[in-house]
C-alpha cells in the first residue's frame, strides 16, 4: 500500500503540519487530520521509482551464497573458452573444445 503525504490546512489557507497516512490506492483521501479533526489536504509527492536498490543490495543478490541457495549455478571465465564453476551443483570446469 502507498504512503501518502497530507498537510493540515490552517485558518489562513496555508499548509501547516505535514503527516504521513498508509492508504490502499481505492481509499477516498483523507479530509480530517485522524487525531485532532483538523482539515487537511494531500500533498502531490513524486513517485519513488527507485525502490530499495543499492550497489551493496545488488551484490548480495548475486553472491555465490546466493545463487548456490536458490540452485542457480554460477561459472567465471579463467582462460580462453574455460569456465570453472564459483557457485551451484553443475561440472567444477567446463572447456570449449
Known amino acids: 500500500m502507498p504512503t501518502?503525504?497530507?498537510?493540515?490546512?490552517?485558518?489562513d489557507g496555508s499548509l501547516g503540519e505535514h503527516f504521513e497516512v498508509v492508504q490502499k490506492m481505492s481509499d477516498a483521501p483523507l479530509t480530517e487530520h485522524p487525531e485532532t479533526g483538523a482539515p487537511v489536504q494531500r500533498v502531490p509527492q513524486a513517485p519513488m521509482v527507485n525502490g530499495q536498490h543499492s550497489d551493496a543490495s545488488d551484490k548480495r543478490?548475486?553472491?555465490?551464497?546466493?545463487?548456490?541457495?536458490?540452485?542457480?549455478t554460477k561459472y567465471q571465465k579463467v582462460g580462453d573458452g574455460t569456465y570453472e564453476k564459483t557457485a551451484g551443483a553443475g561440472p567444477k570446469v567446463i572447456k570449449r573444445d
Not at 501518502?4 to 485558518?11: E, Q, R, S, T, W
Not at 543478490?61 to 542457480?72: H, Y
Open 4 to 11: 501518502y503525504v497530507y498537510a493540515v490546512v490552517n485558518k
Open 61 to 72: 543478490k548475486v553472491s555465490d551464497s546466493n545463487l548456490d541457495r536458490l540452485g542457480f
